[in-house]
């Protein structure tokens, strides 16, 4: 028992040294939300109330893996507005409400716009926004509903992550 005793005890400095290595790892990572703006809500009975809930979520997730990766944000606070969003195909809600409505071949300009802030573990407080949309319909690219929408969000989220907070 002794002898278990002197071999734990021999890596208890190795331990320690793993602990406080170990201690930035396990910092608070930043808290994310993300809320509806006023248009967007009025907006919402029109593109799908779920589907837009679902838009602010990935909003969320996105920027939330960036940070993930980065961590320089680790304790700060980022509250986020979607405050336009549009798809790039007809959501369901558009198409039970027009039955007309192609959901394959029907394409617009979508994208989204973002505002907010950012709140700093130390209190600094720091404007955030962003938009992106597509400039004609040559650049709508892929076949999601929320494509452009996606890339507004992929790309505030490494302007984010990069520090970048208010872009165009």
């Known amino acids: 028992m002794e002898d278990t005793m002197r071999k734990l005890a021999a890596f208890a400095p190795l331990a320690a040294v793993l602990a406080f290595s170990a201690a930035p790892a396990m910092a608070e990572p930043a808290l994310i939300s993300v809320s509806l703006g006023p248009?967007?809500?009025?907006?919402?009975e029109e593109l799908g109330p779920r589907e837009v809930q679902e838009?602010?979520?990935?909003l969320a997730e996105l920027v939330g893996r960036a940070l993930a990766r980065?961590?320089?944000?680790?304790?700060?606070?980022?509250?986020?507005?979607?405050?336009?969003?549009?798809?790039n195909r007809p959501t369901f809600q558009q198409m039970?409400?027009?039955?007309?409505?192609?959901?394959?071949?029907?394409?617009?300009?979508g994208g989204a716009?973002?505002?907010?802030?950012?709140t700093t573990a130390d209190g600094q407080v720091v404007p955030v926004k962003y938009d992106w949309?597509?400039?004609?319909?040559?650049?709508?690219?892929?076949?999601n509903t929320w494509a452009d929408a996606d890339r507004a969000y992929r790309r505030l989220a490494v302007n984010i992550?990069?520090?970048?907070?208010?872009?165009r």
């Not at 248009?39 to 919402?44: R, T, Y």
């Not at 961590?71 to 969003?85: F, N, P, Q, S, Y």
């Not at 597509?134 to 709508?140: A, H, K, M, R, T």
């Open 39 to 44: 248009d967007l809500q009025d907006k919402a």
């Open 55 to 58: 838009q602010a979520d990935r």
């Open 70 to 87: 980065e961590g320089d944000l680790d304790g700060a606070r980022i509250e986020l507005v979607l405050t336009d969003l549009r798809p």
């Open 96 to 109: 039970a409400d027009r039955p007309g409505l192609d959901g394959h071949r029907s394409r617009s300009i």
């Open 113 to 118: 716009a973002i505002e907010g802030q950012i």
């Open 133 to 143: 949309f597509s400039s004609n319909l040559g650049d709508v690219r892929g076949i």
């Open 161 to 167: 992550a990069d520090g970048r907070y208010v872009t």
